[in-house]
C-alpha cells in the first residue's frame, strides 16, 4: 500500500511563497517513476479541487486555470517525492492540500476519484 506524507504548509502572508512536499514510501509492484502524482485542495464547506499533475511517462504537468503561472509541480524521482511550489499566494489560496497519485502507468485527471493513493493533507493559511 502506497503511502504518501504531505509536509511545507502554513501560514503565509498574501503574496508570498510556500513550498510543498509528498514524500512517498511502501511503493510495491512497481517504482515512484510510474505513477502520476497530483495535488489537491479543499477549503471549508467546499468540494475538492484539482491543483496540479505531473505525470508518470512524460512528465507532462497540468494546472487548474486560477494557479498557472504563480504555481510549479515537479518530482524528484531519485527521492520519490513530488513537490508543488506556490508563489504569489492568494487569501483564496487557503485551503488544506493534499497529494494523491494514481495507480501505475494512469495519466492525468483533473478528477480525485481517479487517484487511488492519498496523503494526510497539510494546511496552507494565506493572511490578507
Known amino acids: 500500500q502506497v503511502q504518501l506524507v504531505e509536509s511545507g504548509g502554513g501560514l503565509v502572508q498574501a503574496g508570498g511563497s510556500l513550498r510543498l512536499s509528498c514524500a512517498t514510501s511502501r511503493i510495491t509492484f512497481s517504482t515512484f517513476t510510474y505513477y502520476t502524482m497530483a495535488w489537491f485542495r479543499q477549503a471549508p464547506g467546499k468540494e475538492r479541487e484539482f491543483v496540479a499533475a505531473?505525470?508518470?511517462?512524460?512528465?507532462?504537468?497540468y494546472y487548474t486555470d486560477s494557479v498557472k503561472g504563480r504555481f510549479t509541480i515537479s518530482r524528484d524521482n531519485a527521492k520519490n517525492t513530488v513537490y508543488l511550489q506556490m508563489s504569489s499566494l492568494k487569501p483564496e489560496d487557503t485551503a488544506d492540500y493534499y497529494c494523491?497519485?494514481?495507480?501505475?502507468?494512469?495519466?492525468?485527471?483533473?478528477?480525485?476519484?481517479?487517484?487511488?493513493?492519498w496523503g494526510q493533507g497539510t494546511q496552507v493559511t494565506v493572511s490578507s
Open positions: 494523491a497519485a494514481r495507480t501505475p502507468y494512469q495519466t492525468s485527471s483533473p478528477r480525485w476519484e481517479e487517484y487511488s493513493y
Open positions: 505531473i505525470q508518470w511517462n512524460d512528465y507532462t504537468t
